[in-house]
């Protein structure tokens, strides 16, 4: 039995930081969108409130909250300004976790306090040019030479990459041995032969930064390997198990956003004499939004107290990922359907929204690949069934 209630320091936390989201974050999300800056007065504010390292316990500088707790901050920070809420997602999923998992003494007392107070930006590199969905057919190598290790390769769309002082870092041992030959790196922007790439420009979610990360004959202390040699392949897959709980959350952020501005508008706008809302085509389109909303939340809340419980929830994580991207591409597609004409101007929130959801249902496993893991462990018969 799930209880999805929360205490009353999760309402605080929830309320505090709805409250940051809309006096700072919801103002500014136009600006970044426009000029495609880094959000760094948001980075730098995060930071002090705690969000950038919630669930590295507190003797590594952190706020030692749990993954329920991250989700409930996240959605708020999201429904502010998705490209600042996937820096902060990016940071605390797929960097601090990894190396609180995986890491050695030294490398968490190394790195989890810089990171946890956003002193120190990360990124998460995995994609390549060659390979997305198909991870293990990576083609950056490792070599081990002396004390040291050799990367060379490059890392393709890596969030945070133009700003990221430290990197978890994805190689190969020998391509032919696919998962069995993957290393993972945490790697400093100053060591020899790392450098940030080409910068793409994106459809949406401006301020998040998005780059290629170059290895040539890239310098890596050997201990700065993360996890076991030849292990890596196990911490991708495990962050993104996490990861994936931090941007369905992302998604809810943005569907909940675009639920509100279609509210609103609802009932401003007049046609036949009379606010739209009172029309049953719209009334229903509210209805769709807000049921597919708490669905898609209630997926995330299952699936981070199952990660809280120390349970698998590779499928869960799945589930709620596919479902709440879906959402939140349908429904901001609806919020802009609600605004007629004016849903498709600059002036109006939900045309960046629209092109902000998007994102949601490709990066960190694409809609389809989610289906493919929730259909694989079905086969396998390793779904506890609709009661979690
Ligand atoms: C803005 C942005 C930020 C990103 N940030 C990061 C980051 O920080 N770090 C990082 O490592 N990566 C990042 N990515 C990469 C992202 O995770 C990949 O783009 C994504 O996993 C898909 O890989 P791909 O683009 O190579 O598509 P492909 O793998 O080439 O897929 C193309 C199409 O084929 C489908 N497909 C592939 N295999 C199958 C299959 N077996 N069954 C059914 N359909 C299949 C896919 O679903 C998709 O529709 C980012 C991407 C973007 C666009």
Known sequence: MIDFQPTEEQRLLQSTVRDYAREKLWPRAPHLDETGEFPWPAW???GELGLLGMVVPQEYGGAGMSTVDYVLALEEVCWGCASTGVAMSVQNSLVEVPILKFGTLAQKSRYLPGLASG???GCYCLTEPGS???AVA???TCVKKGDRWILNGVKQFITNGPQADVAVVYATLDPALRSKGVCAFIVEKGFPGYRVGKVEHKMGLKGSSTSE?????????????LGQEGRGFTVAMATLDGGRIGIATQAVGIARAAFD??????QERKAFDQPIANFQAIQWKLADMATRIDASRLLIHRAARLRDQGENHSVESAMAKVFSSETAVWATNHAVQVHGGYGYIREFAVERLYRDAKICDLYEGTSEIQRLVVA???LKGNYRGAGG
């Open 376 to 378: 694989t462990n079905i």
């Open 261 to 266: 501005e279609a509210l609103r508008y609802s």
């Open 213 to 225: 990360i170059l290895l040539e004959d890239c310098e890596v202390p050997e201990e700065n390997l």
């Open 44 to 46: 730098r504010e995060m």
């Open 138 to 140: 990576m083609k950056a």
């Open 132 to 134: 997305g969905s198909d």
């Open 119 to 121: 002193e120190r930006v």
